[in-house]
């Protein structure tokens, strides 16, 4: 896409882009599974198309036992391996790494917080670079590319469509955080 052209031009239509976009791009969640797997999407899109990633994206929850935080917290070695030889999924060491231990990380939220999405909330609203330096501090593998495009599809950021598409005023009616003042 060249800088004039966005998501929303682009999307609406295609089998893999369209459904993403016209669904789930900028609305709100809370659920931590779909948090963690929105996360775990973002940090395996890095150096890569989200084309490759949404085709990939049934590979991954079944890699990944449909994102149970408690469940990848859990993974050992055996499981490090067999996610390293899985074509289902990227297969980078360092972001299996980072998916194995950002799970254990989301469980010591809940004990401060009692969720991922409280946590999140609890940092609401700050501007892009001070969300980087957040997650930065918390989660592996979570550059500014990673943690904007994580905060803008689940609605925390705004940016994810113009308003003049027609997914713009369905989220709108959702009230996503980045509408609101805390």
């Not at 972001?95 to 946590?119: P, T």
């Not at 369905?170 to 955080?177: D, G, L, N, T, V």
Request: aromatic share 12%; glycine share 8%; proline share 5%.
């Amino acid at each position: 896409m060249n800088a004039a052209t966005t998501y929303c031009d682009v999307a609406p239509g295609h089998p893999w882009h369209g459904p993403y976009h016209d669904r789930e791009y900028g609305f709100p969640i809370d659920d931590e599974s779909a948090l963690f797997e929105r996360l775990i999407l973002e940090i395996n899109q890095a150096g890569l198309s989200w084309l490759t990633i949404l085709k990939k994206r049934e590979g991954f929850r079944a890699a990944y036992h449909g994102f149970e935080v408690d469940r990848v917290a859990r993974y050992g070695e055996r499981d490090r391996a067999r996610l390293l030889g899985d074509a289902g999924i990227i297969r980078n060491r360092l972001k299996v790494n980072a998916a194995i231990e950002n799970a254990r990380r989301v469980k010591l939220l809940r004990r401060e917080h009692g969720s991922f999405a409280a946590w999140i909330a609890a940092h609401h609203p700050r501007d892009k670079a001070e969300w980087v330096k957040v997650f930065k501090k918390t989660f592996l593998f979570t550059g500014g590319e990673i943690v904007g495009e994580f905060l803008m599809s689940i609605g925390y950021l705004p940016g994810a469509h113009r308003e003049d598409c027609p997914v713009y005023p369905r989220i709108a009616r959702r009230r996503p955080p980045w509408l609101t003042e805390k």
